[in-house]
């Protein structure tokens, strides 16, 4: 009666066991032959072999045609209103520096805080609006001159730079121009430098070996 009975507490479990998907057992033996990558071995319970969840590639698929960076034009918008909003910060206590130098003489009172108060909006408006403007003309270069060059490199960004300097100076004669594309020229440039530097680095490196 005892062996009927433990035939069917394990024919019950069996029963149980195949309902979840856990029906076939295995051994100690045959486990002891599956790699521990990171992860449980071979599970009795779920029947599945965690090797096969095991992700070595990218978990995402990208468009046919499509590059892993985000380009120039989808920059664009992060770029113009970063500068927007940098130019506002600055503006501001730029503003609140400036208010506090020209009233220190009067006393602290509703007029001098209007006129804070003044300056801080007034050079906060005109410092968004400077380097917001300069982010959109480089943005517009830029993006212009990739779709006409079809290449994305450091030639863009100096360009870039260049042409947004002599365009935004553009009022100021053939000498403002000048100034303004030798300046845009030289940030860019700058900016091309250290965004290589590592590179350059790497390759004297590996030269000098």
Request: charge should be neutral.
């Amino acid at each position: 009666m005892d062996n009927t009975s433990g035939a069917g507490g394990s024919g019950s479990r069996a029963g149980f066991g195949s309902l979840f998907g856990g029906g076939a057992e295995y051994s100690n033996t045959e486990l002891s032959g599956v790699p521990l990558t990171g992860m449980s071995p071979l599970s009795p319970y779920l029947n599945v072999d965690p090797r096969y969840l095991v992700q070595d590639s990218e978990e995402f698929i990208l468009p046919t045609g499509a590059n892993k960076t985000r380009g120039r034009f989808e920059l664009a918008f992060f770029t113009i209103g970063g500068c927007c909003i940098t130019g506002a910060a600055f503006g501001a206590v730029n503003g609140l520096r400036l208010g506090l130098t020209e009233t220190r003489d009067m006393a602290w009172s509703k007029p001098r805080n209007v006129q804070i108060l003044n300056l801080v909006t007034r050079q906060g408006a005109a410092w968004a609006n400077t380097l917001g403007s300069l982010a959109l003309l480089y943005s517009a270069f830029g993006v212009i001159i990739e779709k006409t060059r079809g290449a994305e490199d450091d030639l863009n960004t100096v360009a870039a730079g260049t042409l947004t300097g002599v365009l935004y100076k553009s009022t100021g004669g053939l000498r403002g121009m000048a100034r303004g594309g030798l300046m845009g020229l030289a940030l860019t440039g700058l900016y091309s430098l250290y965004n290589n530097w590592e590179h350059m680095r790497g390759s004297s490196h590996r030269q000098s070996l």
